[in-house]
């Protein structure tokens, strides 16, 4: 059974610095890989995609990895800011139903 | 471009009401899902479509129905709302399930019932 963990549950920084939110999964067989962000009692927006078959994808300061084999993706934010402050979730898509299986999500404050 | 549309956006039931909560997308999307959102659970899938007329359970579907009469609406039925229900619900969409696409979310509907 596919299982995905998010590491660390919440974190706290600074303004300006990077940081690295981690996923992991279980079982290698995923479609693709979908970082999301979801600000409090709001919905979830998609952040960047990464299929399968490739390694990172970029979206202005984030940056997204995978690597099927050990079953890790990261997200990469580079010089952040109080406006990141969301919770992050990812989420992988396994199996012929499309279901999306999600991590708990790490919960990210940017102190200004 | 509206994306995912759902609504309402917040319900109180009683416990025995039935309600049906509304989800539209403007993308042409052939893949319509509904989750739940509860703290320490995450999201769980409850029920999906391929397509018009296609409609599957997901990993929680007591409790709720779904019919898929166009490409455009997915509407979520619950039947006869219980406590356990009280949660926050998502739509979501993506081309089509056999494509390696982007899945969009709606802005939830938080349903309480009492």
């Known amino acids: 059974k596919q299982e995905v963990t998010q590491i660390p549950a919440a974190l706290s920084v600074p303004e300006g610095e990077n940081l690295v939110l981690n996923c992991s999964f279980t079982?290698?067989?995923?479609?693709?890989l979908q970082w999301f962000r979801q600000d409090p009692g709001k919905g979830l927006t998609s952040l960047l995609l990464i299929q399968s078959s490739q390694r990172e994808q970029t979206s202005g300061r984030l940056n997204a990895s995978l690597d099927k084999s050990s079953g890790r993706s990261t997200l990469y934010i580079a010089a952040s800011q109080p406006g990141d402050s969301a919770t992050y979730l990812c989420a992988v898509r396994a199996g012929n139903t499309g279901k999306l299986i999600f991590g708990q999500g790490t919960t990210l404050q940017v102190k200004p | 471009n509206a994306g995912v549309t759902q609504t309402p956006k917040f319900q109180v039931l009683k416990t025995g009401q039935s309600m049906t909560l509304q989800c539209a997308q403007d993308?042409?999307?052939?893949?319509m899902s509904w989750y739940r959102q509860d703290p320490g659970m995450g999201l769980r899938l409850i029920h999906y479509?391929?397509?018009?007329?296609?409609?599957d359970q997901g990993e929680v579907p007591n409790g709720y129905n779904v019919s898929r009469s166009t490409t455009e609406d997915f509407p979520l039925r619950l039947l006869s709302a219980a406590p356990s229900q009280t949660s926050v619900y998502f739509c979501?969409?993506?081309?089509?399930?056999?494509?390696?696409?982007?899945?969009?979310f709606g802005q939830g509907t938080r349903l309480t019932v009492v």
């Open positions: 993308m042409n999307h052939e893949y």
């Open positions: 479509s391929v397509g018009a007329g296609i409609t």
């Open positions: 979501a969409s993506s081309y089509r399930l056999t494509a390696n696409t982007e899945a969009f």
């Open positions: 079982d290698s067989a995923i479609y693709n």
